[in-house]
């Protein structure tokens, strides 16, 4: 039998954190719950597990600075930011810090769920591919977020890495923003969700891969079908 999926929540208030451990054990999940960010910092680092659920507002270190101090150590494990805080300026403070994605409370089970599998989805893609590019003189390697264009060193975070991984893997075929979404961001009603988030990163990967951002040559857009990653020139 596969090791179970062992998934770390950080959360100081008990009532949500019993909810969370009950909901994760129903799904299948071993889970570990830390009440404060000191020990749910000490705990991430152990490798024990695969994904971190973390509250922002907790006693001692708070979520944003837990985040940082994981990524500074382990670029790879999957966190999610589980917040009352849902403003624009937390959302992206959160992805800046090196979340993969972020759900505000009170959130909705099956969509907590949804959120919880298409991370470890592509965390374990991540893993199991070659996660290797080569494309022109673009070369990306996925697991280690880096890449080079010519000679200029290339930095992605986690969410564009797995955006690229996925126009990679299918490649010379338009992928939709929907399936994007659904796939990458793990979204059940993406038809139901704001595209321009796909489009967002879209730009500014290929302000990275691309010699001409404005006239791209790899991340190409077919009109009303989507994105395209193109190995051939058109
Ligand atoms: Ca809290």
Redesign the pocket.
């Known amino acids: 039998m596969a090791p179970q999926t062992e998934i770390l929540i950080v ?3 008990m009532a ?1 954190a019993e909810g969370l451990i009950d909901l994760c054990e129903m799904n299948g999940y071993k889970v570990k719950h830390a009440a404060d960010g000191e020990t749910g910092l000490a705990e991430a680092l152990t490798g024990k597990y695969s994904l971190v659920l973390l ?4 006693p001692g270190l708070d979520g944003f600075t837990v985040c940082d101090r994981i990524r500074e150590k382990d670029k790879n494990l999957p966190i999610i930011i589980l ?2 805080k849902n403003s624009d300026e937390d959302i992206i403070n959160g992805l800046k810090y090196g979340a993969d994605d972020y759900v505000a409370k009170p959130f909705s089970v099956p969509m907590l769920l949804a959120r919880i599998s298409a991370v470890l989805r592509r965390s374990r893609q991540t893993l199991e591919g070659d996660g290797k590019l080569v494309a022109g003189n673009l070369r990306v390697n996925f697991r280690e977020y880096a890449g080079v264009r010519g000679t200029e060193p290339l930095q992605f975070t986690r969410k564009e890495v797995e955006i690229l991984e996925y126009l990679w893997k299918n490649r010379d075929r338009a992928v939709s923003r929907a399936e994007l979404l659904r796939e990458v961001w793990g979204y059940e009603n993406a038809e139901s969700v704001d595209t321009r988030t796909v489009d967002i990163h879209i730009t500014k990967l290929r302000k990275k891969i691309e010699d001409e951002p404005s006239h791209p040559q790899l991340l190409v857009t077919f009109r009303g079908e989507g994105y395209q990653f193109c190995t051939t020139p058109e």
Request: glycine share 0%.
């Open positions: 959360e100081d208030e949500i509250d922002l507002m907790l917040s009352a």
